[in-house]
């Protein structure tokens, strides 16, 4: 399998902390792009119309996106059930915090996209802070409702992890953990694990 993806993305990242978890990523060759919303890449496109990271194409040729359903397909090849518990609240609370990492990676993205990528005449404020502000509240939330968030890996804390491993990366001026202790402390241990570890974000 090949994994468009960038070292950077958090939602690439996620992908392979769940490979990583489930014993795949020997099986998958990573092809990194340079790429930004408006500048796209050709080899990306040939597999996505959409031109988005992550992309997998498996071994017959057919592409994968986005990171959701990327993540269901490595699962299933494991076995199924690994990452996604099967039945009852488990699920739809691990279903749901992946719903919550994602928005949150999300919204960190569109305003670094903000920040970063677009000419400083042209920069929108509003949009950085109500981008920010939608970060914030999920913070907000995951600290009154930590005990959602599971010890081990499945898809909702490998998304959360991977959200809050982006604003490390990427917003670590924000200091996060400032008001989000009990939060803070489950996201050392999580990190630790080997697939946090292996997967740690760097600039291409
Ligand atoms: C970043 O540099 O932050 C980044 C790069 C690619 C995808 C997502 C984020």
Not at 51 to 69: C, E, F, I, Q
Request: some cysteine; overall charge negative.
């Amino acid at each position: 399998m090949r994994l468009h993806s960038n070292p950077a993305s958090p939602f690439g990242r996620k992908v392979m902390v769940a490979a990583h978890e489930l014993g795949l990523a020997d099986r998958i060759t990573v092809d990194d792009h340079l790429l930004s919303p408006v500048e796209p890449s050709e080899a990306v496109i040939a597999d996505n119309p959409l031109g988005k990271l992550p992309t997998m194409v498996l071994d017959n040729g057919h592409a994968l996106y986005d990171s959701r359903v990327i993540c269901e397909y490595l699962d299933h090849l494991a076995g199924g059930g690994r990452l996604y518990p099967q039945a009852g609240d488990a699920r739809w609370r691990a279903l749901t915090l992946q719903a919550l990492g994602d928005g949150m990676m999300e919204a960190a993205l569109l305003a670094r996209y903000e920040t970063f990528l677009r000419p400083e005449e042209l920069r929108w404020q509003a949009w950085i802070e109500h981008q920010k502000l939608k970060v914030q509240r999920g913070l907000d939330w995951l600290e009154q409702n930590v005990d959602q968030l599971a010890e081990e890996a499945d898809i909702g804390s490998i998304t959360i992890a991977c959200a809050l491993g982006y604003l490390d990366f990427r917003f670590g001026a924000d200091k996060w953990r400032e008001g989000h202790a009990r939060l803070a402390d489950w996201f050392a241990r999580f990190e630790s694990r080997p697939s946090m570890q292996a997967t740690l974000p760097r600039q291409l």
